[in-house]
């Protein structure tokens, strides 16, 4: 009986200290890196009309979206490293998936006011460049992580109130993607607005002009 109980306090221990397998490394990735990409290429070449303008004065310009994403890059990722300061819970199981984390997450179906101060827009970049310099880095700090890291993502949870707090740490890396998807789909819902300055290319020498100026819509 003895050694039955050892053997399941050493598993207990082995599970605890187990570490990523490369298809959740390969899944995190993946996603990591595709939603990357997409916030860089929304944000590219905006003049500033377009990355100021404001769909209506309670939404988010495109701006605002790409700071909020930056900002929540480091308050996410740092809540991890959070998590992983907790004792580990080896026998814990989230509530979802991976793939129903990356769904809810991207879902922009359902509205979600952030309430975390530290991800509220404030005009830190004033210009595209700035702040896709500052995010290629922090992502790929991101990136660097999930390639090499040992650490037991799956045993560490930041808690059971909510079902957000029920997701272990690899999960909350996950969320990192989903969230930078959802809000490029934001992104491009401001495109979409008519108001949205247009630009054209007129002439021989290829200068551009705002379609507001002209007086188009």
């Known amino acids: 009986m003895k050694r ?5 306090i050493f598993l207990a221990a082995a599970l605890s200290g187990q570490t990523l397998s490369q298809h959740d490394r390969e899944f995190a990735l993946s996603h990591l890196h595709a939603t990357r990409k997409m916030l860089l290429d929304a944000i590219a070449g905006l003049s500033q009309a377009q990355w100021k303008f404001k769909p ?34 080896p026998d814990k199981k989230p509530q979802f998936n991976e793939e129903e984390v990356m769904r809810a997450a991207a ?10 101060p530290s991800t509220q827009p404030r005009g830190r970049w004033a210009a595209p460049a700035a702040l896709s310099r500052h995010f290629k880095e922090r992502r790929d700090r991101t990136l660097q992580y999930v390639r090499t890291t040992q650490d037991p993502l799956h045993s560490h949870f930041l808690g059971s109130g909510t079902p957000t707090d029920a997701l272990d740490a690899y999960q909350w890396l996950l969320q990192i993607a989903g969230h930078t998807e959802r809000h490029v789909a934001q992104i491009n819902e401001v ?10 290319t007129l002439g021989p020498r290829a200068v551009v002009y705002s379609s507001t100026v002209l007086g188009f819509r």
Do not use: G
């Open 4 to 8: 039955a109980s050892l053997a399941v």
């Open 56 to 89: 209506a004065p309670e939404r988010w310009s495109i701006a605002e979206c790409a700071e909020h994403v930056a900002l929540s890059e480091d308050f996410m990722f740092q809540r991890v490293q959070n998590m992983l300061k907790a004792p580990a819970s």
């Open 107 to 116: 879902d922009r179906t359902q509205k979600v006011k952030s309430s975390e």
């Open 191 to 200: 495109k979409a607005d008519p108001r949205y300055p247009k630009w054209l």
